[in-house]
């Protein structure tokens, strides 16, 4: 009687723990698929850009509109805005509308791409692009698995992150390749732990009992927290290993 009373109480928890496990991993899967349609409008929107904007190696009037006339800051400042916003008023908005802003934000992140093939060699670009993708991949699968608690570490990057962005402004001015180089350093170690630390807490922040608005929220908004890890990760890499164009 007690083998039969232990077996009946055990078959219901076992049921849950299979269809959270099932949530969890159909959860994540949007985020990941979120996040690789963001990535993929960047390079369409960047490959787009960098055909209209340059021409025969010069640049053609749109290019000098885009990276040249005042309206760059335009270029430059967009997305960060857009970021902001979505961060802000994500919890206002409909999945659909935050949806389509993380498409839009990923667009421009693209256009304001579209640069880099003028400063970098295009098979440079994708060889970093693709050693971005399997370090990335190899950081977020471990920040999923992982039974370690990553949660201490989320103060040292979030410092480390501060340190790059004052760093970044004050060489603005300065212009020091010594400094980029550390600053590229650094951010390499920073975004690769982010990596992992944002895979870990966008696990975590998973609940069965959500409703579907706010499943498909935190779903976009882990998107976009791994979406700007790739894409750091992946400007960092190209500065320290990029071929430059003469």
Do not use: C
């Not at 963001?38 to 021409?55: D, M, Q, S």
């Not at 098979?123 to 970093?128: C, M, N």
């Amino acid at each position: 009687m007690a083998d039969l009373r232990e077996r009946m109480v055990a078959r219901p928890s076992a049921r849950t723990a299979e269809v959270i496990d099932q949530g969890l991993r159909s959860y994540m899967l949007r985020v990941y698929n979120y996040m690789a349609v963001g990535l993929g409008l960047t390079g369409l929107a960047a490959v787009l850009t960098y055909n209209a904007a340059v021409e025969n190696g010069q640049l053609t009037a749109f290019g000098q509109m885009l990276f040249v006339s005042g309206f760059k800051w335009v270029v430059i400042f967009a997305p960060l805005a857009l970021v902001f916003f979505l961060s802000f008023r994500v919890n206002r908005m409909s999945v659909a509308a935050a949806q389509l802003t993380f498409w839009i934000y990923a667009a421009l992140v693209g256009v304001s791409f579209g640069s880099l093939g003028l400063v970098f060699a295009h098979d440079s670009i994708a060889r970093v692009f693709f050693v971005t993708a399997a370090s990335f991949g190899g950081l977020s699968l471990w920040g999923y698995t992982t039974s370690r608690n990553l949660t201490g570490m989320g103060s040292f990057l979030f410092m480390g992150l501060i340190g790059i962005l004052i760093a970044m402004v004050v060489n603005l001015f300065l212009g020091s390749s010594a400094l980029q180089f550390v600053i590229s350093a650094v951010g390499v170690l920073v975004f690769a732990g982010l990596t992992a630390y944002d895979t870990q807490k966008i696990k975590e922040m998973y609940y069965e009992q959500d409703d579907q608005a706010t499943m498909g929220r935190k779903a976009i908004m882990g998107a976009l927290n791994l979406y700007l890890d790739f894409i750091n990760l992946f400007l960092m890499l190209l500065q320290l290993f990029g071929n430059r164009n003469n």
